[in-house]
């Protein structure tokens, strides 16, 4: 066959064929009278054998070495290959990514265009102070697009940085959810914790709040335990159950109680929660400090039932447990008497005279 019927049929141009000809990866077996190039059914085949090869990313030399080569290990090169790939597709999303951070910040002209250009060019830095500097120092009114912040706070190591991020992000025309929540079904639990702590810094809203709700359940206490907090702030109930187990577990336990102080003004919700603390100091494996943190836990909740809970635990077998059960107690029966109006208890020292007349 002559070259334009060979091109016909392979699909590969006659500039090509010429060009395999010249580096001698597929020469034609003969040639006319008149000197034209005659392929033979076995250079067809050798034709379609290099684009196949090409196809999977092969360069022309490769793809000589693997037709001549006997030795040539396929299987390395396969493996090549995969890696090329990998790293190709990984510099593609990068740049994808960049392109709709671009697109997203609605850009009016190029000078837009370079300006989160930069940005993204500050926020890549291997310097810790260039990439805080990038967030602060930003000219008055210089627009940061939420969807860029909210990606470099995911990526962000540094708590300083991270933290200047979080704060621009909160700032920012748009929000970032979208980028963030994605961050929360990372496999990679750093990523999570850094969402979380982002989305509790972003205004309260039904989407944030519902996007904290999703990883109530996380694996990670440091992720449930972070959005039950910014939940509890925002009064939403369903943080009830993982902010009683940051006090059994004693992970930010403190505030986990001054949040759940908070949620038991609503009178439903401080019956849940009391509920939840007794049913905790009677699980049989509530050892002591387990029992103090949830009497710290219950002096934050107001009513009745606290106090009488707290005289129970005054009698605790452990003297650790019922000394700070009793104190708490006289804590609460002096706020008692303080929301009544009543004077305070007089301290009569044991010799039956209150202490200001000694």
Do not use: C
């Amino acid at each position: 066959m002559l070259i334009g019927e060979v091109a016909r049929r392979s699909g590969v141009s006659p500039r090509i064929l010429r060009h395999y000809d010249a580096l001698g990866l597929v020469r034609p077996t003969g040639r006319t009278v008149g000197g034209y190039r005659a392929y033979s059914a076995e250079d067809v085949r050798r034709i379609f054998h290099v684009e196949s090869l090409r196809s999977l990313g092969l360069s022309l030399k490769q793809i000589g070495r693997a037709l001549e080569d006997p030795a040539f290990s396929p299987s390395a090169l396969v493996g090549d290959l995969i890696r090329w790939t990998e790293d190709r597709l990984e510099r593609e999303r990068e740049l994808l990514a960049r392109l709709r951070a671009i697109d997203a910040s609605a850009p009016a002209d190029w000078q837009d265009v370079l300006h989160v250009v930069s940005l993204m060019q500050g926020l890549d830095s291997a310097s810790a102070a260039r990439r805080q500097q990038t967030v602060l120092g930003r000219p008055e009114g210089a627009a940061l697009p939420a969807e860029l912040l909210a990606g470099a706070v995911l990526s962000e190591s540094d708590p300083v940085v991270a933290g200047a991020l979080r704060w621009a992000l909160a700032r920012s025309d748009g929000d970032g959810l979208a980028t963030l929540a994605a961050g929360l079904h990372s496999d990679d639990a750093d990523v999570r914790r850094r969402a979380v702590l982002a989305i509790a810094a972003l205004p309260e809203t039904p989407a944030a709040s519902e996007a904290l709700e999703e990883v109530l359940g996380d694996t990670d206490p440091t992720v449930r335990g972070q959005a039950a907090l910014a939940l509890g702030g925002r009064g939403v109930g369903a943080a009830v159950p993982a902010l009683v187990g940051m006090v059994v577990e004693g992970v930010n336990d403190v505030d986990a109680a001054e949040v759940l102080g908070a949620l038991s003004r609503d009178p439903d919700r401080a019956e849940r929660i009391m509920a939840a603390l007794v049913g905790e100091l009677a699980a049989p494996s509530a050892g002591p400090a387990t029992r103090i943190r949830l009497a710290q836990a219950l002096v934050e909740l107001s009513g009745d039932a606290p106090l009488e809970v707290l005289r129970g635990l005054a009698r605790d077998d452990d003297r650790a447990v019922a000394l700070v059960a009793s104190a708490f107690v006289g804590v609460l029966d002096k706020r008692s008497a303080e929301d009544r109006g009543d004077p305070p208890p007089v301290d009569s020292g044991g010799d039956g005279r209150p202490s200001d007349a000694r």
